[in-house]
């Protein structure tokens, strides 16, 4: 069908754009970009920042493109001198309540505002500042809140409650008071984002147009571990990583640059760079027994749910406590690999684990705290993961050692953890940890490869995929949801079934925290959008395709992997370093 | 942000909850109500209103921190609101406020040590024609002389 489309005029010249779109979106089909603070692509118009302002024709009126409809044989000024004076009074009144420490600011750069006052050549404070809640939140230890930078555009709120549907954000207060917080006073009432439901996704990060919320920085840390000659330190890089970091350096969107990466990881000073899609096939072998033993053997209950997302984990505990049961108890692919790298890669290197130092580069601000979240991520006796680091520190890391990025030679990884199947690369978008785990399941109830290991049904930005796979007769009913705002469709199902004694709507279910997946996680570079998604996304199926081994259990170092060391999956030794386990906690204990 | 001990929510509270449960524009009104009970939202109430109406405490808090009504620490009482609307505040609010500070030893939004009063400013009481005017748990007190305070105040 084709979409109604509607004639205007923007700036004297005539447009034609799908009707229902708004004058923002219809000047950016047109090639003019019309300025906005709060208007994000990912999220409704709130009308907050008032920068995207426009004139009709004929009417003196300043109208919010954001939230304005375009409709047929309007004529829209966009920019004139009336406009852009009033644009720049609106940004200097935001920056009355913004202070000037750009430079000690770690959005410095690629901060939108910033952006805008210097498009607006603003080089004096026509207006009293006054800056209000200067107390730092670093409860989490994963992001930090500075309401004293936040300019109340309200994305951070509109992602964390409506997308995510956490609400651990909220705004608090009215007018020159109001401020963007959990519920509760951080400088009155000690009420802090640790004490909240967040769930440190970080996607407030990822929206946030100012350094008011920002990833918890551990670049200095792991410089000082890097420093101390004792450390024997390793690193791993997640899936998402490889197709984002580029975009820091001047790369098209979703380039494939893995083994650049464990190039850069050397030089940074790693002494072994290992692949958490190394982790990620491990996972899936333990995940897909799993899953056979309780589709097939009847050993637990159903659905199966993923249980790679450290935010999702961090949810269900939270809001989701009748999910528990149905978990996977396998510990995400990073922890696995850092369980791996202290105990199997330590034997086999006659490496004392106590020197051994994992850090993990992570597309994710969550896995700062997954990586101490209970007593089974100290399965080898030490901490298993170190310390977790986002593809936005590790960029910054790789401009402080002066690395020519570009221009590195590729490299391979420490074969023992770093060689990966197909399944294992596309862990990072949305349905690809299914995909994976179908492909080994199949395999390891009709003791064969599918014939094409690409499972259409399961891919894509749709927020729940549900569908049907056929294993030679027996139909496996699966669910794909994505944005912690899309998982309560799947989950009331589940829980009403359970509740009912009724059969189950699915067996098998994933869920990844963030929109799209880790291609678009907390700790990805800014700017994301579906079109960025979809490319980033691209990016893996592509890897996919150019592993010879597609499938996980085909890897020959994990069969290496379990011959030498793990025995069988689901095994004692793979219980104790791979597997978790689950608590319903409790938000707001004060 | 303070508690009460002892939590159980009110008859009063519980019955309106029942009423209103399932209307649109319940949590203000359930909000209204539990001020009415209590004097202010105790923490703890909320979280437990959070939990009987399926409402994320964020929400709460984002109402009850939004409208001057709700407050959110305990208060006297007695609550003495001076209007500082435009009338009053020409005839004199200020000194009002200043000579009650200077009688009962607490300022604005404070609540005396025995907690018998609190006081407040508002805005217009609506009867602009008796300026300056103060009200005491809603008796309206017009054409205030400061001499007349302590007066006023004994009779609570």
Known sequence: ?590 | METIKNLELTPGLLDYIAQWKDKPGNLIMILHKAQEEYGFIPRNVAFKLAEVLDVPLAKIYGVITFYHYFKLEKRGKNIIAVCMGTACYLKGGEDIIKELETILGVGLNDMTPDGKFSVEAVRCLGCCGLAPVMSINGTVYGKLLKSQLPEILSKY
């Not at chain 1, 991520?377 to 936005?392: A, I, N, P």
């Open chain 1, 1 to 590: 069908m084709q979409a109604k489309t509607i004639k205007a005029k923007i700036n004297d010249k005539n447009v034609r754009v799908p009707a229902g779109l708004s004058i923002l979106d219809a000047a950016k089909q047109a090639h003019i970009r019309i300025p906005t603070l709060c208007k994000h692509p990912d999220l409704p118009a709130t009308a907050a920042c008032g920068l995207c302002i426009v004139k009709i024709k004929g009417s003196k009126k300043l109208l919010r493109s954001c939230c304005t409809t375009l409709e047929d044989g309007m004529e829209i000024i966009t920019h004139d001198p009336e406009i852009v004076e009033v644009r720049k009074t609106v940004l200097e009144l935001i920056l009355s309540n913004h202070p000037n420490d750009c430079l000690q600011c770690g959005r410095s750069y690629y901060c939108e505002l910033q952006k805008l006052t210097a498009d607006f050549a603003i080089q004096e404070e026509l207006f009293e500042k006054v800056i209000k809640n200067k107390t730092k939140d670093i409860s989490t230890k994963s992001i930090v809140l500075e309401p004293a930078k936040c300019i109340k555009c309200g994305r951070c709120v509109e992602v964390c409650q409506q997308i995510q549907d956490v609400w651990a954000l909220g705004f608090l207060g009215r007018g020159i008071h109001m401020r963007i917080a959990p519920a509760g006073d951080l400088e009155t009432a000690n009420i802090n984002l640790a004490d909240s439901p967040c769930v440190r996704c970080g996607q407030c990060s990822a929206h946030c147009p100012t350094g008011a919320i920002f990833e918890y920085d551990q670049t200095e840390s792991t410089w000082a571990k890097l420093r101390d000659e004792n450390n024997y330190c390793v690193a791993q890089i997640a899936p998402a990583v490889r197709v984002a970091i580029g975009e820091s350096f001047g790369y098209p969107i979703g380039t494939n640059l893995t083994k650049k990466l464990y190039a850069v990881l050397r030089r940074l000073g790693f002494k072994a760079v290992f692949d958490t899609n190394f982790g990620a096939d491990v996972t899936i072998i333990e995940e897909a027994t799993e899953f056979v033993q309780r589709f097939v053997h009847k050993k637990g209950p159903l659905p199966l749910i993923t249980s790679c997302c450290p935010s999702w984990v961090d949810f269900m505990e939270k809001y989701i406590h009748g999910a528990i049961e149905f978990f996977s108890s396998c510990k995400s692919p990073h922890e696995m690999v850092g369980a791996l790298a202290k105990t199997y890669f330590a034997e086999k290197n006659k490496i004392d684990p106590k020197r051994i130092f994992v850090v993990s580069i992570m597309p994710c601000t969550a896995k700062k705290f997954e990586i101490i979240r209970s007593k089974e991520m100290f399965s080898s006796g030490q901490q298993d993961v170190d310390l977790s680091l986002t593809t936005r520190e590790l960029a910054r890391m790789i401009r402080q050692a002066g690395i020519d990025f570009k221009n590195l030679p590729d490299e391979e990884p420490d074969h023992i953890l770093g060689d990966y199947a197909g399944g294992g690369t596309i862990f990072g978008t949305t349905g690809g940890v299914m995909e994976a785990a179908l492909r080994t399941a199949y395999n390891m109830i009709t003791q064969e490869n599918l014939k094409n290991v690409e499972i259409d049904m399961v891919r894509g930005l749709q927020g729940v995929k549900e569908g049907t796979i056929n294993i030679k007769g027996t139909q496996v009913k699966v669910a794909v949801a994505h944005g912690l705002g899309n998982v309560g469709y799947v989950m009331n199902k589940v829980l009403e079934a359970k509740k009912n004694g009724q059969d189950m709507p699915y067996h098998f279910i994933e869920v990844m925290a963030c929109s799209g997946g880790c291609v678009a996680g907390g700790g990805q570079p800014y700017g994301v959008t579906d079109d960025l998604r979809i490319k980033r996304a691209q990016g893996l199926y592509q890897d996919d395709r150019d592993q010879k081994v597609r499938c996980c259990h085909d890897n020959p170092y994990i069969q290496k992997l379990y011959d030498e060391f793990l025995g069988k999956p689901l095994s004692e030794k793979s219980h104790h370093l791979l597997h978790t386990s689950y608590i319903a906690r409790k938000s707001y204990l004060k």
